[in-house]
């Protein structure tokens, strides 16, 4: 193995007989005839010291293909011209080997002359390097330290222990005047070595032009430790192009290089040639590192293939690769964006009983995760075991949880979490911010509240944008404001904000709230918010009789005009407005236009033993329509001789509203006790309402009738 593939620690090394100079007499121990025999198994060396010794693994890896020179070894064992058992005569058994007793009074003297001594004093001047000026005459004077007697060996240990960027040329050019090198892409590849630890591209790439024209040829640890120094400068596209480019220099990529270049084309973007690599590297059984893996997450993450995210993991861990931090965070949030906070706690709880502790980015990957997926005791949970910890949240991880916060109706932990990003030393309230905290206050009717943090958005330098515009409109919403609801609105228009669909339903929510004397002032402000929404709203306050044929078609035109995740509130709203106004016809024909058009998905549904009216994504006025319309079906079946099954049910969902704290079952349960529906809350089944065959036959029976009596 030659010197590069030893010291620049390169993956793609490649075995070769080397020789290993090694020699320290501090115990007893055994000494090799010849130091650079590399047959001696390592357990022979019972007096050397832990592996994990900087000083004898360091020589352990300086070799050559070539054994040193005679005047190295004459200059460091001068002092041993024969090899045998000291203090003992030879045996024919000790040919090979001495024995040092580590009491003898040349113990020690051996051990300052031996090539150990010399390496810790060349180590020295390495270091004396990395501390310098970068001129020739300081770092002359310092290598000036070797001697007379320099060989190549030395040259690859100073560079080989230097950190210094700009120094490291100058020595690389001090040994090339005064050395013959034999293999002189050995001196490049440790110099390259030097800017890769200090992440300098530029002159490692200056460099590899200095080797071309000098007549050096790049080998495969050239082309590795530039990659990598690519790599580790965040420069993932250049990697690929050094990688790319090592055929035209007659460097053949390995399966190491290979497998190191799944990150990197993962990294540059390019999924398709990474994911090709992974492929080829499963076939070929290359030895893929968990960086890659946490690479191969992050693809399947990115192009939304969550389940291959856990595949990745799962093939990482049948391979006995152990994950590590990077692994988990990547993993946690890939399965944060999947919208799987279930997932998300048991990766975590793994990662804590495999003894890693969560650093920033995966408190950061929880936050991001539970506050997506609405997870409102796990976020907060997160959030005080990182300020347990004394961590400092970002702007973006204290808008995430004011946002949940917002979302769940918290507003006592959204005015703490508000108030300790006030007290933050490294973040301040953005627009984002305030427009959370305005959310909050607005959704619960508090318009004093709502109305101050408006205040100090604006002393802060912020203009309301239209996330503001729209909570402030709910709010005087709900506090029947209607006044101040059409002067938030041209105030909008003022900013040249232009109404989105969001806003345009909220709007249309609030007339769902106004009184009918009041419903006019809304109207206008519609219409000039979208002309199709407000076209459809005058039809259906037109007293007159306006032809359902005519409403149907002009709210088909407006569902599809809209974006897909509002045509169900826009629906809701529409069908409320029309039960408000006692228009219930009107009511039914647009519930049957959501149900053609799939806006509302199996309200009614039937099996064998059980029928059922699903609600759960219902607002109250579509919901008290289509038990209507239910009723009437069930009237129907029953004329037509058709058998009831012998359960009916009505499911409205075990959820409260998050800031008024009712749930459709607490409103539907009155509105069946008026009917005198023989429907009961079940106990074992929150939110359902049931009976039995023999009760709702008899009730729908006694319903016809009276409906006959009265007619």
């Not at 200090?198 to 002159?203: A, G, P, Q």
């Not at 993962?266 to 994911?275: E, S, T, V």
């Not at 329509?625 to 129907?636: C, E």
Request: proline share 4%; hydrophobic share 40%.
């Amino acid at each position: 193995m030659d010197m590069a593939f030893l010291l620049c620690s390169s993956p793609s090394s490649r075995s070769h007989d080397h020789y290993l100079f090694y020699s320290s007499l501090s115990s007893p121990g055994l000494l090799k005839s010849s130091p650079f025999r590399h047959t001696l198994p390592l357990t022979h060396f019972s007096y050397l010291p832990s592996l994990h010794s900087r000083t004898p693994l360091q020589i352990a890896r300086v070799s050559v293909q070539d054994p040193i020179s005679e005047e190295t070894q004459n200059s460091n064992f001068s002092e041993v011209p024969s090899f045998r058992y000291l203090d003992e005569k030879a045996t024919p058994s000790s040919k090979s080997y001495i024995w040092v007793n580590p009491r003898s009074s040349r113990a020690s003297q051996l051990q300052r002359q031996s090539y150990d001594a010399r390496y810790a004093s060349i180590v020295r001047i390495s270091e004396s390097l990395n501390s310098c000026n970068p001129t020739e005459e300081d770092v002359f004077k310092i290598l000036a330290g070797l001697g007379d007697n320099i060989v190549e060996q030395d040259a690859v240990i100073v560079l080989n222990n230097m950190s210094n960027p700009e120094t490291a040329p100058i020595v690389l050019n001090f040994f090339q005047q005064k050395l013959k090198l034999n293999k002189e892409v050995i001196l490049y590849n440790v110099t390259l070595k030097v800017f890769r630890k200090s992440r300098d591209l530029e002159r490692a790439e200056k460099l590899f032009d200095e080797m071309l024209d000098r007549g050096i040829k790049p080998d495969n640890v050239t082309f590795s430790t530039i990659i990598s120094c690519a790599k580790l400068s965040s420069l993932p596209k250049v990697a690929v192009e050094w990688y790319e480019k090592m055929p035209a220099y007659g460097c053949e990529p390995d399966d190491v290089n290979h497998a190191v270049m799944i990150d990197a084309y993962g990294r540059a973007g390019n999924m398709d040639k990474a994911l090709s690599l992974y492929d080829r590297a499963r076939a070929e059984k290359w030895r893929v590192d968990a960086v890659t893996f946490s690479t191969l997450i992050k693809i399947y993450g990115m192009s939304g293939n969550f389940d291959g995210c856990l595949n990745v993991y799962e093939e990482m861990k049948a391979l006995n690769i152990k994950p590590n931090l990077g692994v988990y965070n990547t993993l946690l949030d890939a399965m944060g964006r999947a919208k799987r906070p279930w997932q998300v706690k048991s990766i975590h709880k793994e990662m804590i009983n495999n003894g890693f502790t969560p650093n920033r980015a995966t408190y950061a990957a929880l936050l991001r995760a539970f506050g997506k997926a609405r997870y409102v005791e796990d976020g907060l949970s997160v959030y005080r075991e990182m300020k347990g910890k004394g961590m400092e949240l970002n702007v973006t991880l204290y808008n995430t949880l004011l946002a949940m916060c917002a979302d769940v109706g918290y507003i006592d932990d959204a005015i703490e979490i508000f108030e300790d990003m006030k007290r933050s030393e490294i973040c301040k309230p953005d627009s984002w911010t305030f427009s959370s905290l305005i959310t909050i206050y607005s959704c619960s009717g508090k318009v004093s509240e709502a109305e101050a943090k408006l205040d100090e958005m604006l002393e802060a330098g912020f203009e309301p944008n239209i996330f503001v515009l729209t909570s402030l409109i709910q709010c005087y919403g709900k506090a029947n404001q209607t006044d101040d609801v059409v002067k938030t609105f041209n105030r909008l228009l003022e900013l040249g904000v232009t109404a989105d669909d969001r806003f345009c339903g909220c709007l249309l929510n609030v007339m769902t709230q106004t009184p009918k004397e009041e419903l006019g002032k809304l109207t206008s402000c519609i219409a000039k918010a979208n002309s199709k929404l407000g076209y459809v709203v005058k039809l259906l306050l037109d007293e007159e009789n306006v032809e359902g044929e005519i409403i149907k078609r002009e709210a088909h035109e407006l569902f599809y005009s809209i974006s897909p995740d509002v045509k169900k509130a826009y629906c809701n709203c529409l069908i409320d407005l029309c039960v408000n106004l006692n228009m219930l016809d009107r009511a039914c024909e647009l519930l049957d236009l959501g149900l053609k058009l799939k806006i509302y998905r199996d309200v009614q549904s039937k099996t064998p033993t059980q029928w059922s009216l699903q609600l759960k994504s219902l607002s109250l006025g579509a919901a008290l329509t289509a038990l209507h319309v239910w009723m009437n079906d069930l009237s129907k079946a029953l004329e037509n001789g058709e058998e009831l099954p012998s359960l009916l049910g009505i499911n409205t969902g075990h959820g409260k509203h998050k800031y008024s704290g009712k749930g459709l079952a607490g409103v539907f349960e009155s509105r069946l006790k008026e009917l005198n529906a023989p429907f009961h809350e079940a106990p074992d089944k929150v939110g359902w309402f049931l009976t039995t065959k023999v009760a709702a036959k008899s009730w729908l029976e006694s319903r016809h009738l009276n409906e006959l009596v009265h007619a």
